[in-house]
């Protein structure tokens, strides 16, 4: 009985440190030596911004296609600096989508002050948090990226129509995390020479652009004669390594505000 | 209990801190809420979601409610019934809304908190999250998880009970998700009388047949229906077909060709009353799942190697005497103190 209640006061100190430790993010760095970043999302087809249902494009092989729908998560972004140290932003989940222009606008606060000279992130989500259970915000299941029949998240959907296509509808569904169909891709676009300062007093803005032409063009070319749907698999894979290798993704500028 | 309980409490304010589930009262007289002497270490730890009273009943409330369906005609339970251990009595494959159809034969639900992935394929692969894989399939509740948290929130009842057990509204998926957890973590069957016999507990007593069929089940049947949980939560193909055009199994889910025809080897608990058996539902009695077992195995590339006998046989042969010893000792896996649980039971009127 003794030892009993002494390994319940054990366990309540270990949990209250836990506690403690898990969701105060902050306590290391004080308010003071902090900034905020901003992270701009403009997605565009080669030298047009994109726009849902009224833009007519043409891809590199000469497919025409419309776009409905473009989503894509942004996760576990990283800062880096010159000297190889990094500012690792916690609980990082963000979906950009096309139709609200507010998700395209991310808002980074409590970023360390100092010079960085890169940065990474995941497109898609981590594999943890692809089986995690319920979730909130960006990973809510509500917000139709999430694959209820094979647990899981869509990390870039892009629907829309074109006239090469089998059935004249583009799905694709690109996800899957599991060997040997994982599409997991993290990229570090460069930052071109421009150091991203952030001060107490400067919030700076980066402006990415993702160009929807790349997620068909290379290593990979896509026609949509023989590949307008993918939804995991092999053809996921292939959309992936388009859009990681490719370049789609870029820093198009920084604004030092 | 001295031990149990503080930690309850405990892990109940670690999550609250870090979730917004405001009610962490702990409980004891949830439903599963004290795990199992003779089980493993489970997937869902109960400081996941520390069962408490009012989430629980939340739960069993969500479980029992037909109106998650599109149609308002299906709920959970109807398809898990809990007098089979809540598998679906009588049905080869499960109806959904209008009727329709499903591929599969609907599983027990039944120490669920011990599974890592669901489904005979493993598609769904947390708790929590499962639920939404039948509210939107359209063979079974055909909805939108938009449209079920619209009812819920137009809901005279449930508004006023979610924010009691979140703190929080609107009711979110999370919250909905969390709830539904409750319940279906809570379905812990664990007192058969093979369990009273294994934990020398009052009742415990095996018959001289019931004995011979736990030591033969222990050669021919426990390397895959393995520990008290009578799985080994693996994907095998136990030669029921030789193609699979029909059901691709778990390589619908890994689209890997050597998962061709590989479904979850399913618990064996309650298995006299969970009929009809295998994923298509195809054998309606024990006695043909033996049969099968012992004659009707046949080969295709993905044959588990152990129904691979040395002698170019398939299967596992059986004796009658070794059958009817193997009937004798599943029987003692049915728990009738968790199929006739009335905390488990719908709430009548």
Known sequence: ?257 | MLLVLPAFGLAGLLTSSCHPDADVQPTVTVPGSVLPANFPVPTYALETNPPTQQAFELGRTLFYDPQLSRTGEVSCGSCHQQFVAFANADHRVSHGVANRLGTRNAPALQNLRWKSNFFWDGGPKNLETLPLAPLTNPVEMDETLENVLRKLNADPDYPRRFTAVYGTSPIDSYQLLRALAQFTASLTSANSRYDHYVRQEAGGTLSASELSGKALFATKCATCHSTDLFTDGSFRNNGLDRSFAADSGRAHITRVASDLGLFKVPSLRNVARTAPYMHDGRFQTLVQVLDHYDQGVVDSPTLDPLLRQPSSQFGIALSAQEKSDLLAFLATLTDEQFIKDKRLAERQP
């Not at chain 1, 430790?21 to 003071?32: E, I, N, R, V």
């Not at chain 1, 943890?128 to 647990?151: E, I």
């Not at chain 1, 092999?234 to 959309?239: G, I, L």
Request: net charge negative; glycine share 8%; with cysteine.
């Open chain 1, 1 to 257: 009985m003794l030892f009993s209640k002494l390994s319940s006061l054990w366990l309540a100190l270990a949990f209250t440190a836990i506690t403690f430790t898990s969701c105060d993010k902050d306590d290391t760095t004080p308010a003071d030596s902090v900034g905020g970043v901003d992270i701009e999302f403009d997605n565009v087809v080669g030298n047009s911004p994109l726009a849902l249902n009224t833009g007519n494009y043409t891809t590199a092989a000469g497919d025409q296609f419309t776009v409905t729908t473009f989503n894509y998560y942004i996760s576990n972004i990283r800062l880096t600096k010159a000297d190889g140290t990094a500012y690792v932003q916690p609980d990082s989940y963000y979906l950009v989508s096309q139709a609200d222009d507010a998700s395209k606008h991310l808002s980074l606060k409590d970023v360390p002050v100092g010079d960085y000279t890169g940065i990474t992130f995941t497109i898609g989500v981590d594999s943890t948090r692809n089986v995690s259970g319920a979730q909130t915000g960006a990973l809510d299941p509500s917000n139709n990226m999430f694959w209820t029949w094979n647990s899981g998240y869509i990390f870039m959907k892009l629907e829309g129509t074109s006239p090469q296509a089998s059935r004249g509808g583009l799905l694709f569904h690109i996800g899957g995390f599991q060997h040997p169909y994982n599409t997991i891709r993290t990229i570090s676009p460069s930052f071109n020479g421009t150091t991203l300062m952030v001060r107490t007093d400067h919030s700076p803005e980066i402006h990415m652009q993702a160009d929807v032409l790349k997620m068909f063009a290379s290593p990979n070319q896509i026609r949509f004669a023989n590949l307008s749907n993918s939804m995991g698999g092999a053809t996921s894979v292939q959309v992936a390594d388009n859009y990681s290798k490719s370049g789609m993704f870029t820093v198009a500028h920084i604004h030092a505000n």
